[in-house]
T-cell receptor, first 108, second 116 residues
């Protein structure tokens, strides 16, 4: 059965801290791993990872994929209160399986 | 960037009635649209995949007669929840995929359905 597991389930940090979110996957057909940020409504796209070992960066966020060990991490440095959200990862090809998410709360 | 809209954003209906939710890709042609359901504090669960002009493919455990999907054009897909019951109350989100990048999906803002 295809599955995507995220850890930790929730996390509380203070502004300025660095956090690492984990995503492991077991899917029958894998092409890409996607990271999304979900606040109150629909998820917003962060990264798409297709190749192993190549870090993608966007400001304070970065992510990397390990296709051998079947996992990805999302790093957020110098966290801000606006980073508080649920972070979702999804793995698959044209059809994606989503993890249950990591709920991040950043305290001022 | 690609924009996907959903209508309505929120709907309350009585048990036994049917509700239609629209998903539109505003600035690109969506050959494939996906419908997800999300219960509180849970992740997105894929319900079905619809391709323009063909029948939708439903995930295991999703009743196709209850959740009718129509993808009549390259910019519009509809989900109709028939004979809705309180347990159908959920957040329904669609996503759309164009031709340029087959891996990336663009999500609509979601529709909160409450069945009383």
């Amino acid at each position: 059965e295809d599955k995507v597991v995220q850890s930790p389930l929730s996390l509380v940090v203070h502004e300025g801290d660095t956090v690492t979110l984990n995503c492991s996957y077991e899917v029958t057909n894998f092409r890409s791993l996607l990271w999304y940020k979900q606040e109150k409504k629909a998820p917003t796209f962060l990264f798409m990872l297709t190749s192993s070992g190549i870090e993608k960066k966007s400001g304070r966020l970065s992510s990397i994929l390990d296709k051998k060990e079947l996992f990805s991490i999302l790093n957020i440095t110098a966290t801000q209160t606006g980073d508080s959200a649920v972070y979702l990862c999804a793995a698959g090809t044209y059809k994606y399986i989503f993890g249950t998410g990591t709920r991040l709360k950043v305290l001022a | 960037g690609a924009v996907v809209s959903q209508h309505p954003s929120r709907v309350i209906c009585k048990s036994g009635t049917s509700v239609k939710i629209e998903c539109r890709s505003l600035d690109f042609q969506a050959t494939t649209m996906f419908w997800y359901r999300q219960f509180p504090k849970q992740s997105l669960m894929l319900m079905a995949t619809s391709n323009e002009g063909s029948k939708a493919t439903y995930e295991q455990g999703v009743e196709k007669d209850k959740f009718l999907i129509n993808h009549a054009s390259l910019t519009l897909s509809t989900l109709t929840v028939t004979s809705a019951h309180p347990e159908d109350s959920s957040f329904y989100i669609c996503s759309a995929r164009g031709d340029r990048d087959l891996s990336e999906q663009y999500f609509g803002p979601g529709t909160r359905l409450t069945v009383t």
